[in-house]
């Protein structure tokens, strides 16, 4: 399974930013996949994660700014993430979980600043 993550950028402080990760290879039945991030000098966090039959849990991190969606057609996996501030500035990487096995994609860098 290979993940590829996209939509990272640099967005100013209240700004909106959209993250999309693409899983390939084989894929089948029941699956997670989700969002973490990694801030400099911070463990990395759950942002946010979903079922293929679309139960979503929230971290901490992002809670109440972010909204998690899936489109199992595509195995693709998007974060909505709104009313971003400077410390949310991180790596965010896409993971999926398949069989008890995880599978991490490469991460995308969120810049939060004006």
């Known amino acids: 399974v290979q993940l590829q993550a996209s939509g990272g950028g640099l967005v100013q402080p209240g700004g909106s930013l959209r993250l999309s990760c693409e899983a390939s290879?084989?894929?089948?039945?029941?699956?997670?996949m989700g969002w973490y991030r990694q801030a400099p000098g911070k463990q990395l966090e759950l942002v946010a994660d979903i079922t293929n039959d679309g139960v979503a849990n929230y971290g901490d991190a992002l809670k109440g700014r972010s909204t998690i969606s899936r489109d199992n057609n595509d195995n693709t996996v998007y974060l909505q993430m709104d009313s971003l501030k400077p410390e949310d500035t991180a790596v965010y990487y896409c993971?999926?979980?398949?069989?008890?096995?995880?599978?991490w994609g490469r991460g995308t860098l969120v810049t939060v600043s004006s």
């Open positions: 290879g084989s894929i089948f039945s029941r699956n997670v």
């Open positions: 993971k999926m979980n398949l069989n008890w096995k995880d599978y």
